[in-house]
């Protein structure tokens, strides 16, 4: 792989990243990497980008979200609009259950799962949160091992 920045030879290395989240401390372990020799700029690898987003948009959401959602909080969770989320409950696409006949309710760590499997990445990272670059395309989805991560570092927050 060539640096995109000085054209130099670029190498994979394996890199632990500690950030800071909502006032959380997070540490990634392991997370695949390229360092440019020449430059010493990095690029991390899509996947790991990913697995980071999910992360950290579940932590934020555990601390911004009650439980149970309603219309509005899903929409801002998701970054659409009040008729998207309408739209997703009807057409099955988010889990939810009408109460009362009209109103619907979303249960959050529902909506998070459904996140996860979703298409939904790209508006996840502000800018201030962490200085990541990813070049090339996301992959979709986790696997379930990406998973098994993620719950596992959420689990370690929570014990904090
Ligand atoms: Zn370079």
């Known amino acids: 792989m060539q640096c995109y920045s000085c054209g130099g030879e670029m190498e994979r290395i394996k890199k632990d990243i500690e950030a800071n989240w909502k006032g959380r401390q ?3 372990r392991g ?3 390229w360092v440019c020799r020449s430059c010493g700029e990095q690029v991390y690898e ?7 987003q999910n992360l950290m948009r579940s932590v934020e959401a555990d601390d911004d979200y009650p439980e149970i959602m309603n219309v509005q909080e899903v929409a801002d ?3 659409v609009s009040n008729q998207t989320v309408y739209n997703l409950a009807r057409s099955g696409q988010l889990p939810a259950v009408k109460v009362g006949g009209r109103e619907w309710r979303f249960r959050r760590d529902e909506v998070l799962a459904a996140l996860s499997s979703g ?3 790209e508006a996840a ?6 200085h990541l670059v990813a070049r090339g395309q996301i992959k979709d989805g986790l696997s379930a091992e990406d998973e098994q991560v993620i719950k596992k570092h959420i689990e370690m927050l929570k014990d904090e």
């Open 46 to 52: 899509p996947e790991d980008v990913r697995l980071m």
């Open 119 to 121: 298409d939904q990445g």
């Open 77 to 79: 969770l998701l970054r």
């Open 26 to 28: 997070m540490i990634f």
């Open 31 to 33: 997370l695949h990497a």
């Open 125 to 130: 990272c502000s800018e201030e949160s962490i």
